[in-house]
């Protein structure tokens, strides 16, 4: 039997607390969620409701509020962005079910199904018929799950009887359970499936011919809680426009085109770009969201194809500018052509300290350029690589705000012992790295509560596009201590003090920790 909500048919409906449907309406509302992530991790073909919605506010919201939410919650931002859209669903549900008319819920949840959909059918990896057939599936999920958890209510009305609260929460519990553990088997399904869909797991990367020498001893200091030189693929900074999955793609149909102002448009599939000549380099990549002393930046041994080759290869012409990088989710980057060939290490990568790329960090391929932040460089699942002229076209970022040029900035951090951290009186192992790619790094210094700046022992270089890891004995006293760092670069220049935000192009400023030093801890 059909629920009857409506206030002038059950008038004693309206004078009870409106939290019972309210609650029916949210926990629904995120249930209707759980379903259609299921779904997508079932079928390869359906595209997840929340990865699109994910997609179309990363792309629309206000450049300031993306620094937010980074600054915020950094390399965690697309799980905050995933948890706001599941309590936004729920905080729609809570009001369309208090409002007690037995047309509201449908309206909402129908009009967040589909909005939902639009926003995954218009993503590049997804069709309109796989989207609108999730929509409608969590639709009538919602619609369902609401009508089974607001019975009790309605029959306590009918009945003219006390709301059976047991019984009520009883089902919200178990359906909220339920939910969670169906968005949960939802997204291990996709995990485990997509290597599979991919063809990432067959991927048997080739040897490169110019292979990254062995890191020496000398360059990691003996100090605790320096960041390792390499960056494990686990631990490394994720920050793109890609949704709360990255894009799944199939390498027995990607192709990779360099197209634009060249005498030779190419053409390549996997197999063609893994039998291009393959080296091994180190390199530091930074985003230009990172604050002073952030953690969006990370080192990794890519293995890949020169980038210069495959352009000369392509013949470019006197009259290009600009490399635009383009990804199969529309993700565009901009560099000067000069940046390929002036001697930087910049490459096409398809390997990343020793494994296939993993998914978040470009699978089957991407680009990377020594010394440019990521915005204006970093394009993961490359599709395109376009020749143009400088002024001819912005890349994603640039009509956003951002500067269209994004030399990485000379700084250096400190990473141990960690903030606020309480010390003991005497020798205290101070640490962290320092960068400046393309330029490296030949001096850190660091000063305590503004005095004489002191020289860190510099580990040894293993590169200019490398950070590098620097050391200093710093003999405590007791009292609240202020401690900050500098590095100079190859070039001599020290970096500023002037405190800069990360818009337009990178912050500036000096890393400053504040440790407290007692007799006793």
Known sequence: MALDLDTDASPDLAARPGWPLGAAGAVAGGAALAVSELAAGLLASIPSLVSGVATFVIDNVPPGVKDLAIELFGTADKIALAVGIVLTTM??????????????????????????????????????????????????????????????????????????????????????????????????????????????????????????????????????????????????????????????????????SVTGLVDRPITLDFTDLSDLPMIERVITIACVSNQVGGDLIGTAKWLGTPLGDLLRRAGVRPEAGQVVGRSVDGFTVGFPVDAVFDGRDALVAIGMNDEPLPFEHGFPARLVVAGLYGYVSATKWLSEIELTTWDAFDAYWVPRGWSKEGPIKTQSRIDTPPRRARLTPGPVGIGGVAWAQTRGIERVEVRVDGGEWMDADLGESIGDDVWRQWSIVWDATPGTHQVQVRATDGHGETQTEQIRPVAPDGATGYHTVTYLVADEV
């Open 91 to 256: 905080g729609l549900g809570y009001v369309a079910g208090r409002r007690r008319s037995p047309v509201v819920i449908p309206a909402v949840f129908a009009g967040f199904g589909l909005l939902g959909a639009l926003a995954a059918a218009r993503t590049p990896q997804a069709d309109l018929s796989p989207a609108l057939l999730n929509g409608a599936l969590a639709v009538v999920a919602g619609v369902v799950l609401f009508h089974f958890l607001a019975s009790p209510v309605v029959r306590s009305v009918r009945q003219e009887v006390d709301l059976d609260r047991r019984l009520f929460l009883g089902r919200a519990g178990a359906v909220a359970a339920l939910a969670v553990i169906g968005a949960g088997a939802g997204r291990v399904l996709f995990e485990r499936t997509r290597g599979l869909i991919a063809g990432r797991d067959e991927v048997v990367l080739p040897i490169a011919e110019e292979m990254a020498p062995p890191v020496p001893a000398g360059a990691m200091p003996d100090v605790p809680g320096i960041s390792p030189l390499i960056t494990p693929n686990a631990d490394f900074y994720r920050i793109d426009t890609a949704p709360i999955a990255p894009p799944t793609v199939d390498i027995s149909t990607w192709t990779m």
